[in-house]
């Protein structure tokens, strides 16, 4: 997989340490290749040549985009890949900061920009973070990479476990924020650049989803609808032209399937293979809808039944180092065999429809109503959203128009965490949570208490919603090299829909309710007309039966059991196969403490 270092640091001060750690690196096992040096700055990348991600070359020396990089398609044209940048362009981007890069480009990418006049250079990610940038220093020098176990591999550097960020993913799961679970790692955030001069670091966001949310709102469902259909088209075209053989995650949902439509009509034609999992449990078979979907444009469906009795959890123990931990079942039960049919089939990429119900807007009616009265107050087509969210969210309109009402009168404190409704939750205890909502730190840059003053709710919930970068790099020590790829996160229909008011984005009574009309003569009526999802409550229960001896282990006298951060009684009743109530924590419990738990024994 592709890799890249950036080393940045003031040629004044420390220009010999600099020197000695770029040696270490070009002596290391990885071969590395350098793609830019200046006083102050060093790029290094590796493992080109695994899939379309490169560096695109500013001239001169001026720096390097990192990674894939496409033109913004404007005027009927459509989005194209980019693989070098001219003296103008160039020119531009350095001259703007980047935002130039951000407004005339997309891609999964990161820039590392040095400023003609002086020794000053910045790092800027792009707006989907779909390639990993992590930030450390050693020695007056900014060390900027995608993957942490390079810097380790150094030997330079050591890394200690940040426990009031685990203490804020015990709360919040999905926390999104600059501070990792190590001390001595942050995370440049998606849209975020970092900017190394005179000694010192500096850190702002270029890109903020607060202000396109607010920018030019189209206020017309009709308008909102065919824009929306060429930006989903143009993103899903241009990753596609990057490949020439695909494996397609064939839910069956309306979000894979809309990402089969689009495949299916891309001028580049690449090989589409489609995967569908189903497993024997309660609304856990969604083949027929797969199948559907597959006839309908024509396309090989693979049909996968995983065997939960095979997942081994002791395979957590074979973690890669990170700097914070990630949800590992799906690629315990998945990635070997994704990967094997992959090869079968002459596929580079895993494309899926991940990223759609955020996109789209498929949770939160009721703060939909909340947005309306914000925007037109108590008049006409009030009643109507009301019911339209009182159809998605299966709630009666009044509760809804209340909350409304109270909310334009005594607008909250905004707060992710109970946002997230943690509280749900009995295995967590609450003085976890009330410390988590007391931590500063873990507010997202574009969401914090005072940044949300005055925005309406389902703006930030739907903002919130898209916080959470994908998964780049697999998370074991086997993981392979199969790229993944979510084209419903790119940055132009990301940015479409967060000017969608979200009572368009619910009308009718219905989520995701535009991408529905959109793709209406793309897919087959019963999926654009599902609501339902698939579940897999019975797997996680088979597996975590299967695995129950390990996961008792591993929790019940781990770190955060004896950090007082789980309920250890409540946690053994649900590891008791005779009396755990049958409920969502199975999946709580697989997803995120289990992970937790693993990725401290792995990084203590």
Request: charged fraction near 20%.
């Amino acid at each position: 997989m592709y890799r890249y270092m950036a080393l940045l640091w003031d040629p004044a001060r420390s220009g010999p340490a600099a020197r000695a750690l770029s040696d270490r690196l070009r002596a290391s096992a990885t071969r590395w290749l350098q793609v830019m040096a200046a006083p102050g700055v060093e790029v290094f990348h590796a493992g080109q040549g695994m899939g379309p991600s490169d560096a695109c070359l500013l001239p001169h020396g001026g720096g390097a985009v990192l990674g894939t990089l496409f033109s913004r398609g404007s005027g009927g044209a459509a989005s194209s890949r980019v693989t070098e940048l001219d003296e103008a362009e160039a020119a531009r981007i350095v001259a703007t900061g980047g935002k130039h890069l951000l407004e005339k480009y997309w891609g999964r990418y990161v820039a590392v920009v040095r400023a003609r006049e002086t020794s000053d250079a910045w790092v800027l990610r792009d707006p989907s973070g779909s390639l990993p940038c992590w930030y450390t220093g050693y020695d007056g020098i900014a060390m900027v990479c995608s993957d942490i176990e390079d810097c380790r591999e150094l030997g330079a550097l050591t890394f200690t476990v940040n426990w009031d960020y685990i203490t804020g993913r015990v709360a919040h799961a999905v926390l999104q924020v600059r501070d990792t679970a190590l001390n001595e790692v942050s995370e440049i955030q998606p849209g975020e650049r970092l900017c190394s001069g005179g000694g010192a670091v500096t850190r702002d966001m270029v890109w903020n989803p607060l202000e396109i949310a607010q920018t030019a709102p189209l206020d017309s469902p009709e308008a909102a609808t065919a824009l929306l259909r060429a930006a989903t088209l143009d993103c899903i075209h241009a990753w596609a032209s990057c490949y020439d053989g695909v494996v397609h995650n064939l839910s069956g949902g309306l979000d894979s399937s809309i990402v089969l439509s689009c495949l299916e009509s891309a001028p580049s034609r690449p090989r589409v293979t489609c995967l569908n999992y189903y497993s024997r449990g309660p609304n856990e078979d969604e083949r027929r809808y797969a199948r559907l979907m597959a006839q309908h444009v024509g396309v090989e469906l693979v049909e996968h039944e995983p065997d939960p009795t095979g997942v081994r959890l002791e395979e957590l123990h074979q973690l890669r180092r990170s700097p914070r931990p990630w949800f590992y079942l799906y690629e315990l039960q998945h990635a070997r065999f994704e990967a094997s049919l992959a090869e079968q089939h002459g596929a580079t990429a895993m494309f899926s429809g991940s990223g759609g119900d955020s996109v789209f807007y498929q949770a939160r009616g009721d703060l939909a109503v909340c947005d309306f009265v914000l925007d037109h107050g108590l008049g006409r087509g009030l009643l109507a959203t009301a019911v339209d969210a009182a159809r998605v969210s299966r709630q009666s309109i009044w509760p809804l128009l209340w909350k409304a009402l109270r909310h334009r009168i005594w607008p909250p404190k905004w707060d992710p965490i109970a946002m997230a409704k943690p509280f749900a939750r009995t295995i967590v205890t609450p003085a976890v949570v009330e410390l988590a909502k007391r931590n500063r730190r873990l507010s997202h840059p574009w969401l914090t208490p005072e940044n949300a003053v005055g925005i309406a709710p389902g703006i930030l919930w739907h903002i919130m919603s898209l916080s959470l970068p994908p998964a780049y790099y697999g998370s074991f020590q086997w993981s392979g090299h199969l790229e993944r790829i979510l084209p419903l996160l790119g940055q132009p229909l990301v940015e479409l829909c967060l000017r969608i008011p979200t009572y368009h984005l619910i009308r009718g009574g219905q989520d995701r309710a535009l991408a529905r009309r959109a793709f209406a003569g793309d897919l087959p009526r019963q999926i654009v007309q599902r609501y339902a999802k698939g579940r897999a409550d019975q797997n996680m229960r088979n597996i975590l039966d299967t695995n129950l001896p390990f996961v008792r282990e591993l929790l019940l006298d781990g770190l955060m059991v004896r950090r007082g951060l789980l309920d250890r009684a409540n946690l053994e009743l649900y590891l008791s196969r005779e009396h755990s109530p049958a409920d969502f924590q199975y999946n709580e419990i697989l997803h995120e403490h289990v992970s937790t738990e693993a990725w401290l024994r792995a990084n203590r």
